[in-house]
Every structure is written in structure tokens, then in C-alpha cells.
């Protein structure tokens, strides 16, 4: 797809189903991820079953269940935790912004980086890290419809408010909407196999702000190109 085509529109992959709430949209199948099946499923079910519970202890509970570790010994000392979704969003999140960070701050970590599919992080990073207690808390952008796609507009103002990752199409990629069953999507790649010349103005703005790029959802031949 060349810059500035127009992409066939298709519903948006963080969808409100009717009457029953914010359905969470699956994770990019290119590359699969390691270990899926019914234990991986059975496992992921038990925990976000506790965290429902907003119960520490059920959340142990059932992390012993599946023969993990509990969560009271794992030892968070100087960790940085640089992919953490937090609340508020369109999708039920376990936490919000300052919640998670004070209670990240008590687990003694070093930071954490907060994103979101469809907003910028870096201006709520700011103010969560006002009450964090000496943890450094970061945000960033992902490049998704929301906020206009492939955009080195909306980067250049997120760098300056303090971004210090920047994504590429997650939710809105078009390798995650073929997974989906959707149409349309965002791509990096033009006819000829190269990145868009969009991509690389991204590039330089990431560059100049030493900034990191995440490239979300892509396809492997498109994060390679």
C-alpha cells in the first residue's frame, strides 16, 4: 500500500460489543507466540479469573494452581517493566496509572512504561510519576487509526512531551487485521517491498529523540524490511 491510499475501512479492533461491554481484541499471530494451546489458555483463564477478584491472595492462589510462583516471592527489586497497559482505556484494565505505579514503586522496581493502543502515555506518565516515590515512569505512542496512523506529526508532539517508545501499528496493523478477519489495516510497506517513505521520517524523528521504536504488530517480513 503507498502512502497517502486509502485503506479500506474495517471496524476497529478494540470493538464495544453491544450491551456487554469492552472486548479486548487478540494478540498478533505473526510470529506465533510460544507455548499456545489449552495449558497456556487454562493458565491465562485462572489469572485474569483472580485478578477479577482484585484479591493478592487469589491471584497467588492461582498461580500455585498451575505451578508458578507466587507473586510475594518474586523478588521486583530494581526491575523495569517496559510494556505495562494500565487503566483508564476502552478495554478493563487491572489498575490505573497511579495505582500501578505506587505499587510499583513499593515492589522497589526502577520503572516502568506505560502504553496504550489508542492514546498517548507520555503526558500520563508525568503525572503518575509525581506520586511513584522515586520510580521513573515513562509513556509513548502507538501508531494506530486513532491517532492518524502512520503520523510523524503526532510522533514529533509525543516525542516532545517526553515519549520514550513509539510503536508501529498494533490493533490497527494490517497483519493483525488479517488474523482478526478483518479488512483493511495499516501497512509499512509500498509495491516494492521497501519501507514507505512516511516510515522513515518516523525513523529519523525516533532517532533525533532517541527515542525507542516497537514495531507492534507487524508481519516478520515488514519488522525485517
Known amino acids: 500500500m503507498n502512502a497517502g491510499e486509502a485503506r479500506p475501512p474495517g471496524p476497529p479492533s478494540w470493538r464495544i460489543s453491544q450491551g456487554k461491554g469492552p472486548t479486548p481484541a487478540r494478540p498478533a499471530p505473526d510470529p506465533p507466540w510460544e507455548g499456545d494451546g489449552p495449558w497456556r489458555t487454562e493458565s491465562l483463564a485462572l489469572i485474569h479469573g483472580a485478578r477479577a477478584s482484585c484479591s493478592a491472595q ?8 498451575i505451578g508458578l510462583m507466587p507473586m510475594a516471592d518474586v523478588n521486583l527489586a530494581g526491575l523495569i517493566d517496559m510494556h505495562v497497559h494500565t487503566a483508564p482505556d476502552v478495554v478493563p484494565r487491572y489498575a490505573d496509572d497511579l495505582d500501578t505505579a505506587r ?16 492514546t498517548l502515555t507520555a503526558d500520563r506518565a508525568t503525572m503518575a510519576e509525581r506520586v511513584a516515590g522515586g520510580l521513573r515512569v515513562f509513556g ?14 503526532a510522533v514529533e508532539v509525543a516525542l516532545r512531551l517526553g515519549a520514550r517508545e513509539i510503536w508501529l501499528p498494533t490493533f490497527d496493523a494490517a497483519n493483525y487485521r488479517r488474523w482478526e478477519g478483518q479488512p483493511g489495516g495499516i501497512g509499512v510497506l509500498g509495491g516494492d517491498g521497501r519501507l514507505l517513505p ?3 521520517d ?24
Open 198 to 200: 512516511v516510515v522513515h
Open 140 to 153: 509513548g505512542l502507538a501508531l494506530n487509526d486513532a491517532v492518524g496512523g502512520l503520523n510523524p506529526c
Open 202 to 225: 518516523i525513523l529519523d524523528l525516533l532517532h533525533a529523540g532517541e527515542a525507542i521504536l516497537g514495531t507492534g504488530h507487524l508481519s516478520v517480513e515488514e519488522t525485517f524490511a
Open 58 to 65: 487469589a491471584i497467588d492462589d492461582s498461580l500455585k494452581d
Open 103 to 118: 505499587t510499583a514503586a513499593a515492589a522497589g522496581m526502577r520503572a516502568i512504561l506505560i502504553k496504550s493502543h489508542i
